[in-house]
């Protein structure tokens, strides 16, 4: 049954550009004879234009907007500012514009870490070992300063709702290596304090297939939907009913031989089955050695939840799934890093969350050699202004016009540092790299020309990077 | 680029680069001998074969040819020539047809002579003589030409003859032109389907249900054609093909970013389409209204629900000041795309930033469509849904209110009753009418907070509550006291047949909760209008319901919705009173008024039902009930102690002398009950698209989002930042022909019109418009729709674009064919519905047919049935229907329960909750236009079937409707239901064995062979034959 409706090959050569579709279909693997025909199973695994030196993705998303120069970028200029006005300064830069304060050093104090030397904020005692691993970029600048359009913009490439995700755009890329877990997940804050603003389109498909979504683990009871047996029967009940189901499945496609469609869904069956013994395997994360939980945090109280969420991520990856994404902190203001009240406070609780986890996830994914195919990506959705925000302990407001985002692992050289802020951290000022510029960087790394990955869509061919995006090569390996 | 031009820059003077440093020694030989190139073989090929798309009429990709200058710009692709590395040049890569596109596109490849001379002119460094051409500026719009408008969606529809083939297949027109295609291609039809086939696909495609073992037997004896026009006259037709349109128009119920707060009268909109289609609503008007229903028939609410259709796009509620203008640009830029792409098959978003790419829309042509909805912002209004019943049940109350008038006027004054009132009025009984403490006030004015409620004042002077009470509310009542000055008020609680137990409240219990009573001395005679609170001491009352929260003081007390006067435990079905000391006796001048404001917020519905309110002058009034003096009656009484009595003073004494004749009190009663009766618009709210209403409220409000801006702008770039001049509504200039222009149907609203613009009026009339404007491309676009869903891809497979990037028509005469046939049936679908569901094309088998696949892999050509997934929708339907499930209640608001049983278009669409179950296989996210769904087939769906509560639900209520005793009966009624057919023997011996060894396995349960049962229509259900059209 081939009509050009079907998700078939001729509909992903069809849609997809012209790079994508000669190089990467051509290369579908079929892996251990599951699949009676790749061509019709659009997570089959795929290589992109050119051999990527990431196989996958843990994008520890900073949500709410984490304070660059409290954290990553150091301004000494800014200390002697202390207090002083900024002339000039646009109220409407940030999301408040009647608490505008005067500039305000960092309540942090910095020193020198790793071999580099790179000047580290005290949030992040463990991770500061780390930064030898670690390009970090200063001069990210975004579209919005609002937190929704910004989340957007960080994972779609538009300040606007409703276009793929870049794990949707490499998920579509790449399919999948596991057959077991979905391709794409995402966790949120498991402690009650929400999702990040515009929730699930955050990990939408957007026009891309509903396949290429992002997979929410729900973060209480069962963390994937009917992923256990009904209750009332057991392994050998369900056995004999997917034995049934597959003879009288096979009866019908007899009649109707070279139905590829057909045959991939009595496969689905197979693979569903497959994935419903496997899963549960793979999220516990209690089978972990005792040593290695405490690398992570698990059981500390402070960060147990980010812990968990971390090792998740690496047996994730193991496994085979292509993009995880972590949230730290839940919808806004103390519930995440949005800091706009008592920055001292709001960061020191989010540092002490994901301080161990994300060190221990650096550590573990390297001692098991997973790091120079996994690309770490540390960042938020915008930076915070140098400025204080009144209030009845100084935050910081908004800042679209700066911030900071560091890579890991999949290629990227460690140690490094590219662009610059200003002299206070107001704006990016030298070797401006746009939220485009990541994206074309990570796509670069999975092997992906971000002008080719595209998707033609109501007469438009799109990209992740629409009209933008350059690579920023002095990072990368 | 310009790294490359500084050599040669200092002698082409024509050209304003200066910044030139050196020179080549050959320079100025180079110069002339690239000039004579040029003149002599590269400027007459730019013209013929470039110029006309890259820098004349167009300027495609970016790339303008029409100077060296902007030759050396570039287009989008990059630099156009390589003035370093000339053989490397792109513009040769495309010229030798090395890269794609090729140029001249559609062309022949240039002469291999030439395109050395493009070389060679070139490594001389791509010299102009002068400009190919004279330009005002080098931003002109892109010029629309006749040569667009020949493009063939663009085009007049042809009327082709259906071809005549000597063969006997050809059932209907439509299957001549598939017929000829077909032997085009050396392939022939398939058989047709078989009955149950043929009957079950009529069903899924129609209707979106499978038959019930009924259905099918019954049609099994029908002929199709009866069977197409039962479905199609089914409401479930409308619920079937609505979800289609819903994906075109990206349909959902909340507004999306971060907030996601509902719409929650957007469910009108899916109501319209469902009732529209199912009306068989000539698809002109469904188009009109959908754009400006609410100036086309602003009385017709469906027309007001049709506008649904601007609105139902996302929207970014939290915003700051800095987003206000581009998120409102955003919203115009929403309403546009989707008419484009939905209704025209037209990517018009595309030249938001800039000319369109490939399609003849200029930028301007863009701002000029979006102006039309400059104005235009989505409201919650309310509407009666129903206005005729109204206005016929008011008609009604009107004539039997006449009717009742005039009855007791005949009775009033007949011989027998005039003369005894005059009598009546002669003697001594109306001196005694009216003693006592206290007046009854006259009441000028009585209203409640909430519409539901209306308040009349009956002839007694009481006022009466009619409607459904709602939760809370306060009546205010202004009235003007005669009697002076005033020591006391007194409100009387009155029973009435009107409220349960006779009330005198109109909670289920007849009770009634006076939380607050307030009143205000007002007066009306100086222009300060002064309202001065009065204050109330004292209370009493005949009854109160204790002494605490619910006493009579509690009326008055500081606590304004916790506490107040109730009378239940013995106050019930009698009449009350209850009296208030004002702490200062008022005594202002004649005319001043009172006001009075009774709260009800204790408790629900607990408003008074009938009351009437009084006052006294007495220090210390009675509290009692029962009627006391009124000003008139003081006025009727003085007149006849001085002996004349007139008109008016008669009727007002009339009650009192007829108040002890039966037949005058059952006669009034009735005309009372009446009064009470007079029907009452019933206002629903809904959410429309229009303007002058008063915009949703949002979280932006809060910042001052001004909703909309009066002007639109032209943007360069796309950017609010960048603006350019002030648009007119206009439409797109590719489609309007025979010399028209926009003003042709611009509209001017009528004289007593003010609330709209009448801008998108025009645009309804431009769109509809077969003659000039776009209404060919309107009617090829809907029926291109129609046969992608019978056939699951289109004539033209891009269903939203008819663009140069659109796929061209496989059958381009059957599509012009069944438009025109649109037309000519007045726009009506269903009549299309039946032309391709009683084709031979449609009726085929959907078995693979040797050889053609090969021949037709993709099966371009029809030569079978094209056999496909369901959609989501139809998926769970499906379940809900087959294990005897399914709630057929239409419309009204959808939830997001995935449990429930109606429909699942009666799903809530919520932007950042979509139903998983929906997602899973395919529904669209409804952000933008959607044409046509993919169909995908991963784990995930199959885990749905193999563990999904709802599904094992459903089986094990299918389980529980089939034979218990006998499994081989049993076995057959499942695949009865389920799949149309009996099963076959092998499939019964197969169910049979797993029934028995699943039950054994149960053992022990209790009540094994139920479970068994289960899992059987669960596994059934997971079949490919369940969710695959037959």
Known sequence: ?477 | MSKFLFPFAAILCCFTHTQAEQTPPDHAERMKAGIALFRESIRPALVSDCVRCHGDEKVRSGLDLSSRKLLLEGGDSGDAIDLADPSNSFLLALIRHEEEPTMPPKKDKLADSLIADFQRWIELGAPYDKPLLEKSSETTEMRITETDRDFWSFRPLSNPEPPTPESDWPQTDSDRFVFARLRENKLSPSPPASDRDRIRRTYLDLIGLPPTPEQMETAVSMSHEDLVDDLLASPHYGERWARHWLDAARFAESHGFEQDYDRKFAYHYRDFVIKALNADMPWDQFVRWQIAGDEIAPKDPLAMMATGFLGAGVFPTQLTEKEFESARYDELDDMASTIGTAMLGLTIGCARCHDHKFDPISASDYYRFVATFTTTIRSEIDVDLDPKTYEEELAKWESEHAEMDSTLNAYESSPEVTNAFQQWLASDEPSAISTGDWTILDISEAASSRRETTLTVQSDGAILAYGNAPARETYTVKTVPHSLPIHHIRIEALTHDSMKRKGPGRAGNGNFALSNLKLFAVSTGDETKSRKPIKLISAKATHEQNTEHLSVASAIDDDPSGTGWAVDFGGIGKDQAAVFQLETPLTFPQGTALEFQLAFANNGQHSLGRFRLSVSSSTDPAVITGEGRSAKLDEALQAIAGGKTDAKDRKILFPYFAKSDPKWVDLDRARQDLLARKPQPQRTKLQVSSEGFPPTKHHADGRGFPHFYPETHFLHRGDPNQKGDVTRAGYLQVLMRNGKTSEDWHRKPPPDWTRTSYRRFGMADWITDVDDGAGNLLARVIVNRLWHHHFGHGIVTTPNDFGLQGALPTHPELLDFLARKLIANGWKLKPIHREILLSATWRQSSLPYPGHASLDPENRWLWRYPSRRLEAEVVRDALLSASGQLDTTMFGPGTLDERHRRRSIYFMIKRSRLVPMMQIFDQPEPLSSQGSRPSTTIAPQALLFMNNPQVVNWARAMASEVDQEDPATAIKEIYSRALGRPPGESELKDSLHFLEEQTTSYEGTGNGRQLALADLCQTIFGLNEFIYLP
């Not at chain 1, 790079?19 to 659009?42: R, Y």
């Not at chain 1, 939907?225 to 003879?247: C, F, G, I, K, T």
């Not at chain 1, 793979?282 to 698990?298: M, N, Q, T, W």
Request: with cysteine; glycine share 12%; hydrophobic share 35%.
């Open chain 1, 1 to 477: 049954m081939n009509h050009p409706h079907l998700f078939s090959r001729r509909h992903l050569l069809q849609r997809a550009g012209a790079g994508f579709g000669s190089l990467g279909l051509a290369s579908i693997l079929s892996e251990e004879g599951l699949l009676a025909s790749e061509s019709s199973d659009p997570l089959a695994p795929r290589k992109g234009h050119f051999d990527g030196k990431a196989k996958s993705v843990i994008w520890l998303f900073i949500n709410g907007g984490p304070s660059h120069v409290d954290t990553w970028d150091y301004k000494p200029e800014l200390e002697k500012m202390d207090g002083k006005e900024l002339a000039g300064f646009d109220k409407n830069t940030g999301f408040f514009a009647n608490a505008v304060g005067p500039l305000m050093k960092s309540p942090f104090e910095f020193s020198p870490r790793g071999q580099c030397g790179k000047m580290v904020s005290s949030l992040f005692p463990k991770l500061g070992e780390h930064v030898d691993k670690m390009a970090f970029i200063h001069s990210g600048h975004t579209e919005s300063n609002n937190h929704s359009p910004a989340l957007f913009m960080m994972n779609s490439g538009q300040p606007r709702m409703g276009l793929p995700c870049v794990g949707s755009w490499v998920t579509y890329g790449l399919g999948s290596e596991s057959r077991d877990l979905p391709a794409f997940v995402v966790m949120s804050d498991p402690l009650d304090r929400g999702l990040p603003k515009g929730s699930a389109a955050n990990w939408g498909a957007g026009f891309l297939p509903s396949v290429y979504q992002g997979t929410w683990l729900k973060p209480k009871g069962d963390p994937i939907d009917n992923l256990n047996r009904p209750s009332h029967m057991n392994d050998a009940q369900q056995e004999r009913q997917l034995a049934l189901l597959n003879r009288l499945n096979k009866q019908h496609v007899t009649k109707r031989p070279g139905d590829e469609e057909l045959e991939a869904r009595i496969k689905s069956f197979e693979l569903a089955y497959r994935m419903q013994k496997a899963a549960p395997e793979a999220f516990d994360i209690d089978r972990e050695p005792e040593h290695i939980k405490s690398l992570y945090g698990v059981g500390e109280k402070h960060c147990d939840h980010f812990a968990r969420q971390c090792l998740t991520a690496r047996r994730m990856v193991e496994r085979g799934v292509r993009f995880v994404q972590i949230y730290s902190g839940g919808m806004e203001n103390q519930r995440s890093w949005d800091g706009h009240n008592d920055i001292q406070g709001n960061h020191s609780q989010f540092a002490g969350e994901t301080d161990t986890p994300i060190s221990g996830l650096l550590t573990d994914l390297e001692q098991r050699g997973l790091l120079k195919d996994t690309l770490v990506i540390w960042g938020g959705e915008f930076g915070r202004l140098p400025l204080s925000q009144k209030s009845k302990k100084p935050g910081r407001d908004h800042n679209p016009h700066c911030f900071t985002t560091w890579m890991a692992g999949g290629g990227i050289k460690g140690g490094v540092t590219y662009g610059e802020s200003d002299e206070i951290g107001h704006h990016a000022a030298v070797d401006k790299v746009h939220v485009n510029d990541l994206h074309a960087t990570i796509l670069h790394q999975l092997g992906f020309h971000h002008e080719k990955l595209t998707y033609t869509y109501n007469g438009r061919r799109f990209r992740l990077t629409d009209v933008g995006g350059n690579v920023i090569r002095p990072i990368i390996s």
